[in-house]
């Protein structure tokens, strides 16, 4: 009994080892090649590996750790201009579309923005005409898509996207009815309220990054 209990503790420890290993091929794809979508990272990091079993796929959360600690390891010198360059970016993108009442999610705001990464942001509005009338005003182009997001276990919709690109920053933009700014949808990685910012709680970020970026200039 006790060998068993033996090698059953150490095969517990190997199936860790090798999810772990997962999540880390799985955040260099999403770091160094774009790839967005945490499933199909940990399909193609686990093909990789031969890491056949379900049981040897990470969790959403494993990722995420995974590409925080591929980012300290490997765009250290980078990844804190790169993230203030960015969340300026959606500062100035959040003065532009403020009768919309945006809101900072993703990478840009948890801080996992990496080369590839968009400002996303959820615009507010009667109707997504609003918003691209805005931006035909303004002579933006654009293009359509569409975002899935969902409110709970059981319900998913799918809401109108535009993407863009400006000074060479890409944004996303998810159209929203007014009634969802009281509600966030659920977070890919912990099924729990995506967190959100406001333009407010955006300028609290930027100072913070700004008196970091100060002291690492000075070092």
């Known amino acids: 009994m006790r060998t068993r209990s033996i090698v059953s503790g150490n095969g517990g420890r190997r199936q860790r080892e090798l999810r772990w290993r997962v999540a880390l091929e799985a955040a260099r794809l999403i770091s160094e090649h774009g790839i967005r979508d945490y499933q199909q990272a940990k399909r193609k990091a686990a093909e990789r590996l031969h890491?056949?079993?379900?049981?040897?796929?990470?969790?959403?959360?494993?990722?995420?750790?995974?590409?925080?600690?591929?980012?300290r390891l490997f765009n250290a010198h980078?990844?804190?201009?790169?993230l203030l360059r960015l969340r300026r970016a959606a500062a100035r993108a959040m003065d532009f579309l403020s009768r919309f009442e945006p809101r900072l999610v993703g990478p840009v705001l948890d801080g996992t923005a990496d080369l590839h990464s968009a400002v996303c942001l959820h615009l507010f509005c009667d109707t997504p005409e609003q918003v691209l009338v805005f931006l035909d005003?303004?002579?933006?182009?654009?293009?359509?898509?569409?975002?899935r997001l969902r409110f709970s276990t059981e319900q998913q919709r799918e809401f109108p996207a535009l993407v863009l690109s400006h000074e060479d920053v890409a944004f996303d933009l998810t159209l929203l009815p007014h009634d969802a700014i009281r509600q966030a949808p659920l977070d890919r990685v912990n099924s729990r309220p995506m967190q959100r910012a406001t333009r407010a709680m955006l300028e609290d970020l930027l100072a913070t990054d700004e008196t970091l970026q100060r002291l690492s200039i000075a070092t």
Do not use: F
């Open 137 to 147: 005003e303004h002579a933006i182009a654009y293009g359509e898509s569409t975002h």
């Open 78 to 82: 980078t990844h804190g201009a790169r």
């Open 51 to 71: 890491a056949l079993d379900e049981a040897s796929l990470p969790k959403n959360r494993e990722i995420e750790d995974a590409l925080r600690e591929h980012q």
